[in-house]
């Protein structure tokens, strides 16, 4: 009787994890109202938390774009204070209305997506798809490993975009970092808050842009949320991977003497 060998590749219709040497990409269960809420602070947001960077990237220049056109976040900042005269004259209506239909969309798309990607994640789980634990090119070297991600977190916190580089996401790190630059210099935050220990309050005010100022808590806050959660999901692909390892290459041994021992 002859048996046919079946290479297991061939039977994998879903992967959860992609690797290659300057980046992990990987599909994890996400709680459908939390990406949806990230798509709300931020378009583009929840896309990133899904790991599809090419959507997450065209919603995110639409909303800076369309958002610095129409003066949105400065008609808030002002509406915010009181200064609704203000408010109405940063408005640019020609842009404004641009607005609403694709925000909507990407916190309906984002929660639709995570729907359907929680289902692919279940399944792929359970098919136990080969997970490819070191890369190595001219340019970097990858490999699954424990990463602690209060330290991706910590990294976050001092510059945003170094918690990614602490877990080798090289194109998320490089995104991350050129907006924060932007955004820090067009609003003349470091600026201001230098001139506000200084105790100069006034004049630290009225240099800050309220336009590109209003894009900071979101940028700040969410590349310290998805560092860490990242790093946490990273630490579980390592441990699944580590298990079919050992499975493979240790549990059939280890039964096969204990067989011989009861003999």
Request: include cysteine.
């Amino acid at each position: 009787m002859s048996f046919i060998k079946v290479d297991q590749t061939m039977l994998e219709r879903r992967k959860i994890h992609h690797s290659v040497s300057y980046h992990d990409n990987l599909i994890t269960y996400r709680h459908p109202w939390v990406v949806a809420w990230w798509s709300a602070a931020l378009p583009g947001f929840g896309h990133f938390m899904l790991c599809k960077f090419v959507t997450g990237f065209i919603l995110f220049i639409w909303e800076i774009t369309v958002n610095v056109n129409a003066g949105i976040n400065a008609a808030l900042m002002y509406s915010m204070i009181g200064e609704m005269e203000k408010a109405i004259e940063v408005i640019n209506p020609n842009w404004l209305l641009l607005y609403p239909s694709v925000y909507v969309y990407g916190i309906w798309d984002s929660y639709r997506r995570t729907v359907e990607m929680n289902g692919q994640y279940v399944l792929a789980y359970r098919e136990n798809s080969s997970i490819t634990p070191f890369k190595i090119s001219a340019l970097e070297i990858n490999f699954l490993d424990r990463r602690q991600p209060w330290i991706s977190a910590i990294c976050s916190i001092l510059a945003p975009g170094l918690g990614y580089l602490y877990i080798n996401r090289i194109p998320s790190a490089v995104f991350t970092i050129i907006w924060w630059i932007v955004i820090i210099y067009f609003s003349n935050f470091y600026e201001a808050l230098l001139h506000t220990m200084l105790g100069d309050i006034s004049y630290a005010l009225s240099i800050l842009n309220p336009q590109w100022f209003l894009f900071i808590p979101s940028i700040y806050v969410f590349s310290i949320y998805d560092s860490y959660a990242y790093t946490v999901d990273l630490n579980k692909v390592f441990e699944k991977e580590q298990a079919n390892y050992l499975k493979r290459n240790y549990q059939n041994n280890a039964i096969e003497k204990l067989a011989k021992l009861k003999k």
